[in-house]
């Protein structure tokens, strides 16, 4: 990935490439788990003004390992700490991607 590219545009591209945690995310730009999830929303915006150009932006949400629970409604982009229904703490992370609408 291109050095002379915004920390956005390096996340956009990343996530061209298929579904990805903020993890995996970081590690592909180089930046730091936390400020990846401050920039996602602002990704998500400029995906969504540009979607005939690049596609969607998606959120395959977090889900309880322990009983399956599914965070479908959540706001925030960052994996919750534990599920509300079993209180278990093993929380499969969200993954994130831009899909082309086809």
């Not at 788990?33 to 959120?59: M, N, T, Y």
């Not at 409604?73 to 534990?82: D, T």
Request: hydrophobic share 35%; aromatic share 4%.
């Amino acid at each position: 990935m291109s050095n002379d590219l915004t920390a956005r545009q390096r996340i956009i591209e990343a996530l061209k490439g298929g579904m990805l945690t903020a993890k995996d995310i970081s590690k592909a730009v180089g930046l730091k788990e936390k400020e990846v999830i401050d920039h996602l929303p602002h990704v998500a915006k400029s995906v969504e003004a540009r979607k005939g150009e690049w596609g969607s932006f998606v959120v395959e949400p977090a889900r309880c390992l322990d009983c399956g629970f599914v965070f479908r409604k959540r706001e925030r982009l960052k994996s919750p700490g534990k599920c509300p229904i079993c209180r278990g703490e093993g929380i499969a992370e969200a993954r994130y991607g831009i899909v082309d609408e086809e």
